[in-house]
């Protein structure tokens, strides 16, 4: 089955830059689009950021010139750099096919706190 694994969250200062890392198993990793998403505390998830396989991408207005996907087909894995966090980007993350998921490829995610 497919395997998607989160990691590089923790807790961040605000105005820090982390980056976030997806490896993918089981799957065509460079044919799909792939995207990152969060969930916040009481609140649905949302597509942040997502890139197709060739590479074009698209962002949340929310994050959109301080976050930046990508990807690197050779070790299956989609990036999230996270630059100017601000407090209301706490939630967890996750990937998945973007820009439409697929309900069974959820993953753990990886949790961002972002403190002020």
């Known amino acids: 089955q497919v395997q998607l694994v989160e990691s590089g969250g923790g807790l961040v200062q605000a105005g820090g830059s982390p980056r976030l890392s997806c490896v993918a198993s089981?799957?065509?990793?460079?044919?799909?689009?792939m995207g990152w998403y969060r969930q916040a505390p009481g609140k649905q998830r949302e597509l942040v950021a997502g890139?197709?396989?060739?590479?074009?991408?698209n962002y949340a207005d929310s994050v959109k010139g301080r976050f930046t996907i990508s990807r690197d087909n050779a070790k299956n894995t989609v990036y999230l750099q996270m630059n100017s966090l601000k407090p209301e980007d706490t939630a967890v993350y996750y990937c998945?096919?973007?820009?439409?998921?697929?309900?069974?490829?959820w993953g753990q995610g990886t949790q961002v706190t972002v403190s002020s």
């Open positions: 998945n096919l973007g820009p439409t998921y697929r309900p069974s490829f």
């Open positions: 089981n799957i065509k990793f460079s044919v799909n689009a």
């Open positions: 890139i197709t396989s060739g590479g074009s991408t």
